[in-house]
């Protein structure tokens, strides 16, 4: 009987190197985030086709095959981000209706927005002149005053700006509205929506 040297080769996934037929250095990421930062669009996109909790963790959303495919085809065809495309679904301008998706472009609601935070605005800068213009308060409490007052218009601003005005930005520099018809104020008020392929 002779003893033979074994050989045991591990193949995992396509991220390996045999480095100097000693050992084999495998390049497993730590986290998602890690994963996602170190593999292309085209890469991330085959893997989300097939794996639907890699497609919630880039999209937010639980989808099946085909949905998956449609709005990957949707973020390829107008060249959008992930983020865009989680943020046109979490504001509702794109929507899933088990096989279909669809694009509800809303034109009230950036106007909407524009209101709110025009008012929102006009509040805290009646209550800034009001903080100022009292001199039996504190230093103290007039700097506290103004850091609350402006932190909750900054974090207005953000949150309005994000889920209301930022969408139908997207969809109007992206190109969806064009392939979309015509739609008025009476379409945005009644939800309209329209199935893009």
Not at 17 to 36: F, G, H, I, T
Not at 102 to 131: Q, R
Request: with cysteine; charged share 20%; proline share 3%.
């Amino acid at each position: 009987m002779t003893n033979q040297a074994q050989n045991i080769e591990l193949n995992i996934a396509e991220q390996q190197r045999n480095a100097n037929r000693d050992y084999y250095e495998l390049n497993l990421p730590v986290s998602m985030k890690v994963y996602m930062a170190t593999r292309s669009d085209e890469e991330l996109d085959r893997v989300a086709l097939g794996n639907q909790r890699m497609f919630k963790y880039r999209f937010g959303l639980n989808a099946n095959s085909v949905v998956r495919t449609k709005i990957i085809a949707i973020k390829n065809r107008y060249n959008l981000t992930d983020i865009e495309v989680k943020t046109l679904i979490k504001s509702g301008q794109i929507r899933v209706n088990q096989n279909k998706v669809l694009v509800t472009p809303d034109k009230v609601s950036p106007i909407i927005g524009f209101v709110i935070l025009v008012i929102i605005s006009f509040v805290c800068g009646i209550n800034l002149f009001a903080i100022t213009g009292s001199s039996s308060v504190s230093v103290w409490g007039i700097l506290l005053a103004l850091g609350t007052i402006l932190s909750v218009w900054g974090i207005c601003i953000y949150h309005i700006k994000k889920f209301m005005v930022a969408p139908w930005q997207t969809l109007k520099h992206s190109g969806v509205l064009k392939d979309l018809p015509k739609i008025k104020i009476l379409d945005s008020l009644r939800v309209r929506s329209f199935t893009i392929e």
